[in-house]
């Protein structure tokens, strides 16, 4: 219920900020004067808006929604010997990866995982699960956090948004183009947008998206292998390398992923109840991750 409430607030906020900058830049309409011809640049802004301010107000969210979602409790003042060694192991990552502190969390999960998420490099947030910390030793643990420091020095929660934000910009642009094209052509209708342009760009911004989706996911599975190298370099190649041995013991195992759907992009493993073909994974498989440490590659 939360994760819904949070995603219908989320595209309230998207349908405000769009409205109004519409408004401003006064693009009312994207029919020509004639209302019968498209106005193509028009309908380009209108989808750029649209696409962009959805991406940047989840990116401008994530934190805010990661810690509800997940439940993450951030660390304050640490309360024991491992919320203070977690503190200064991130601290100290963050100072070699030339970042700003970010805040540190963990999260009520007995799967092994963690997350980084934040609209500013120096303003981030990493978590780690609490069956992670139970399982791994500190030096998989510090991997795992050099993993997502890496997520974080290297720019990947905004890149990811202006990827989203380019592939959001065109599903719509060529789903209303394709509803256009039924109305007029197919359905003969002459004036205005009918039924039929409305109902045909539904579908064709749903079948889209769905299409879209691989080319997120496929950057998304790059930037992972970054990440990765980048955790070899802070924490050492061989506790990377080991701590993904171990995650890829876990999900051979097949525990439950219990981290939202909504985090999984830079999570230092997207588990295993996903049976999707690799165009729709998030990350690669952990085998292949592995060798690429190995390899150099």
């Known amino acids: 219920m939360l994760r819904i409430g949070l995603f219908l607030l989320t595209n309230l906020a998207i349908i405000f900020v769009a409205s109004v900058s519409l408004s401003l830049l006064g693009f009312s309409g994207i029919l020509a004067e004639n209302g019968v011809d498209l106005n193509l640049q028009s309908l380009l802004m209108f989808c750029a808006v649209f696409g962009f301010a959805g991406s940047f107000i989840s990116l401008l969210l994530s934190k805010f929604m990661a810690k509800r979602s997940s439940g993450t409790v951030i660390i304050d003042q640490p309360q024991n010997e491992n919320e203070r060694w977690l503190l200064t192991t991130v601290a100290e990552l963050a100072k070699k990866a030339d970042i700003g502190m970010p805040e540190v969390g963990i999260f009520p999960a007995q799967q092994s995982n963690a997350f980084a998420t934040g609209w500013n490099r120096n303003k981030a947030l990493v978590a780690v699960s609490a069956g992670l910390l139970q399982r791994f030793d500190r030096d998989e643990v510090r991997a795992v956090l050099a993993h997502e420091i890496g997520h974080v020095a290297n720019g990947d929660m905004i890149t990811l948004s202006l990827v989203q934000g380019v592939v959001n910009t065109f599903v719509m642009f060529f789903a ?122």
């Not at 205005?192 to 342009?197: C, F, N």
């Not at 080991?242 to 439950?256: C, D, I, S």
């Not at 991750?289 to 390899?295: D, G, K, M």
């Open 176 to 297: 209303r183009l394709i509803g256009f094209f039924v109305d007029r052509v197919i359905l003969k209708n002459q004036r205005g947008l009918g039924l039929g342009y409305w109902i045909s760009t539904i579908v064709a911004e749903i079948c889209l998206g769905i299409l879209a989706s691989t080319i997120v996911m496929w950057f998304s599975r790059r930037r992972e292998f970054r990440a990765d190298a980048a955790g070899a370099s802070l924490a050492g190649r061989n506790a990377m390398i080991n701590a993904l041995r171990k995650l890829q013991v876990e999900t051979q195992a097949q525990m439950e992923n219990q981290m939202p759907d909504t985090l999984t992009a830079f999570g230092i493993s997207a588990g295993w109840k996903q049976r999707t073909s690799k165009l729709f994974m998030t990350h690669p498989p952990l085998q292949e991750r592995i060798e690429a440490l190995r390899y150099g590659q």
